[in-house]
């Protein structure tokens, strides 16, 4: 039974948009728009039930023809689908998307998703998806946003931060996807995808850009055939930049970014129903702005010292040396898909390698006294494979098998006190104190996946499926911290195993063939964690009900909204205790939103875009929260560690309101085409900690740019460029120890020029 909407098969691996079989992917994509739009009147673009952000705004440019929304294609239930059909709160953005919006990473993400809020712990990237996020780094622990690679899941928060030089899609799923995907995550995913090689043509992108703070960013990939069979593609990123902020101490600014990223693939046609991809790519980033800060309101051991040290503004810093952050991933993954005559099967095996290393001037001021220095390295096997099937009669159905081994280890810790403190630039007094951190988790974690979809009638369908996951963690730690030697033994709460079976139904109805309405249930679950000699962090369990539309509303005009209810159980917090962070779960939260977005076509050149996520996310039962208050008469240690009554308290990085207007012009002349692109988000502004003494105030930011594609020139385009225009001071990152409360603040204003070039 056809269902309303089916796009037409034939993508041999995964997923077309997100990994698509390189020979067939720019073929199939016109074949489903050409398909569509002689099915359909109205070709459906789609933001997402939730997503808020518009996967079509660069879609229909002034050359398009009729006026009305192109089809958008996913394959968030890894079979390609409309995005109007599919009863999940997504967000898919492609290339010239992410492009026009000044998304060059994943940190960048959450200016064009609302709902979505990335911000950093240190180095760490760490998404937020409706309230639910993780807060600790410790070795062992997971996100609860699971992120993908290419089909890779990216087990280390290390590298969760990813420059995308030759990103081909973007798909941000919110909630629980446990029956779909490998990795159990509480709050949702996001997939990356990046170009494969194409065995069709010689495919390319290269970008140079310049802006403020001398800042150079080189990209670009080339991808084609080399054979009749074999295929390969090249991407390559560079960036550099100097500081942000001023140094008040040693003069000049912070070290600032020196970023590298190689990957290349391999694709390798060995029939007509068997391709083998291999891929392997290398980063290093490092980067000071994520501990190139200051002491909040003044809140630092320094200045109960020394009262008259000079105290920083924004753009500024005033610490005893300059912050720095590194962070390097590694990885090598070969994909083989089978086309059966039943379905498509695909293995997946891959071996990442991350590393971080930061050194943290922790008391966040002018003397030297107390710093940490954080080396953390993680080694991660995984094999997965999946399988979906073809339509057989009424039903469909999907399913994997999911392994992962992972090694995560401090190698060390350090955290140094020396005294007495002095003011730099002056030398340091003799270290007095050492605590050492070696030790870290070894995992291992089974699951088994699936789904199965039926046509009840021409226009309902119901969904149900399950997963069940089993994880074993062993925790190594040093029983003495305060000698270097590197003594290693089992914890005493080592070896734990968790596991869980966590369900998923789901209902759609088609109002028409062009209009949905869907209920879902979800459930999530994320293991526990193990920390050294304290005690383990029990799992966390999350229930998650939505109800949504998604549809066209006349020819130029698409709609989605959701309303959600998340109730969410012992989710895992984390306080620092230098030199690693300490877990506890909080008893309970509730979590309530609504979500809507619309993209109208407004003439043959002009795209609007607007989303909206209103967000109540509340701790319903935390009587015992660990958090820090700031005690100037406790002169030792002013900032005194303390467990408060946190029930009734927002949840930490969880904007009340997000939203974001875009508009995208493009009009064709003789001399070629020129558009103009703004984009403004609006936050509420959000905790970052536990007290709600640290928050982000309400803030707004302007993105835009201007191009200018010569028709003399097939494929070049100029571009002037401005992110964040109103220059918003934007807390990015919190660190809290007993002597201070130190804070960093996102880009501030940044501007310039980039060429184009796509063949």
């Known amino acids: 039974m056809a269902r309303p909407g089916d796009v037409p098969d034939g993508c041999l691996s995964e997923a077309c948009l997100l990994t698509p079989s390189p020979r067939q992917a720019s073929a199939e994509t016109t074949t489903i728009r050409n398909q569509l739009m002689k099915r359909m009147h109205i070709p459906l673009a789609c933001l997402g039930l939730a997503g808020l952000a518009n996967p079509g705004w660069g879609q229909a440019p002034a050359s398009a023809g009729p006026m009305v929304l192109e089809n958008v294609v996913v394959t968030a239930q890894r079979r390609q689908e409309r995005l109007v059909d599919v009863p999940i709160s997504i967000t898919a953005l492609d290339a010239e998307d992410l492009l026009r919006s000044g998304v060059n990473s994943t940190a960048d993400l959450a200016r064009i998703t609302p709902g979505v809020q990335l911000t950093f712990n240190g180095g760490y990237l760490q998404p937020a998806i409706r309230g ?28 969760q931060l990813m420059d995308l030089p030759d990103v081909q899609s973007v798909q941000v799923l919110k909630g629980p996807q446990g029956t779909l995907y490998g990795q159990n995550a509480t709050g949702g995913a996001i997939i990356v995808s990046t170009v494969s090689p194409s065995l069709d043509e010689m495919t390319g992108r290269l970008s140079l850009s310049y802006g403020n703070y001398d800042a ?224 870290g988790v070894d995992k291992e974690i089974y699951a088994v996946y699936a789904e199965a979809t039926y046509d009840i009638s021409d226009a309902m369908q119901v969904i149900f499926g399950g997963r069940y996951s089993e994880e074993e963690q062993i925790s190594k730690t040093n029983p003495n911290p305060f000698i270097p030697d590197k003594e290693i033994v089992e914890s005493p709460y080592s070896p734990e195993t968790f596991s869980k079976f966590t369900p998923r139904v789901s209902l759609r109805y088609a109002l028409s063939d ?93 795209t609007l875009a607007t989303g909206v996520s209103l967000l109540d996310a509340e701790y319903d039962d935390f009587p015992s929260a660990g958090s820090y ?31 974001f207007i875009n508009a995208d012009y493009r009009v064709d002349t003789s001399i070629g085409t020129f558009g103009a692109f703004a984009s403004w988000y609006y936050n509420d502004g959000f905790n970052l900690e536990f007290s709600e003494h640290v928050t982000q105030d ?51 204003r940044t501007f310039g020029a980039r060429v184009e070039f796509e063949f």
């Open 132 to 159: 639910v996020s993780s807060q600790g780094s410790n070795a062992g622990d997971s996100s609860n946003v699971a992120m993908y690679l290419d089909g890779v899941y990216i087990a280390s928060q290390i590298g």
């Open 629 to 659: 208050v700031w005690n100037p008469a406790n002169f030792a240690t002013p900032n005194e560690s303390v467990n408060i009554d946190a029930s009734g308290v927002e949840m930490v990085r969880a904007p009340k309101i997000t939203g």
């Open 514 to 606: 062009d209009a949905n309405l869907y209920a879902t249930y979800s459930q999530g679950f994320k293991s526990g964690i193990l920390s050294g000699q304290n005690p383990p962090a029990d799992p966390e369990e999350l229930d998650a009900y939505e109800i949504g539309f998604k549809g066209n509303l006349g020819e130029r005009v698409s709609a989605s909204a959701a309303l959600y209810y998340y109730d969410y159980n012992d989710l895992q917090v984390a306080r620092y205790e230098a030199p690693n962070y300490v877990y506890q779960n909080a008893a309970s939260a509730q979590i309530t939103g609504a979500e809507f977005n619309a993209t109208w076509q407004a003439s043959e050149g002009l």
């Open 216 to 439: 150079v960013d080189a990209r670009g990939y080339v991808s084609g055939p080399l054979t009749d069979r074999l295929a390969g593609s090249l991407a390559v990123a560079v960036q550099e930049r100097d500081g942000f902020r001023d140094d008040l101490v040693y003069g000049g600014q912070d070290k600032g970014l020196r970023s590298q990223l190689v990957r290349g693939k391999l694709l390798f046609e060995a029939t007509d129903n068997i391709e083998l991809l291999l891929t392997a790519y290398t980063s290093e980033r490092k980067d000071s702005a994520a501990y190139a800060g200051r002491a909040y309101q003044r809140e630092s051991f320094d200045y109960l010292v020394y009262p008259t040290a000079a105290y920083p503004d924004v753009d500024e810093i005033a610490t005893s040396f300059t912050p720095d952050t590194e962070m390097d991933s590694d990885g090598v993954s070969l994909q083989v898909n089978f086309e059966l005559p039943f379905g498509k099967l695909q293995s997946t095996t891959a071996w990442t390698d991350n590393e971080a290393h930061l050194l943290v001037d922790v008391d966040y001021g002018p003397a030297h006294f107390v710093d940490v220095s954080v080396n953390q390295a993680q080694e991660t096997f995984v094999q997965e494979l999946n399988f979906t099937s073809e339509q057989m009669g009424d039903w469909l159905f999907s399913g994997g098998l999911f392994y992962l081994d992972s090694s995560d280890e401090f190698t060390p810790n350090v955290f140094r006190i020396q005294s007495p403190p002095i003011l730099a630039p002056a030398p340091s007094a003799p270290t007095v104190f050492y605590n050492y951190s070696w030790g």
């Open 698 to 748: 309400a803030y707004s930011m302007l993105d835009a740019e201007l191009s200018w594609s010569p028709s003399a020139a097939a494929g070049l385009s100029l571009v002037l460029w401005g992110r964040n225009l109103t220059d918003e001071d934007v807390l990015q990152s919190l660190l809290q120890t007993n002597f201070a409360n130190g804070v960093s603040y996102a880009a501030p």
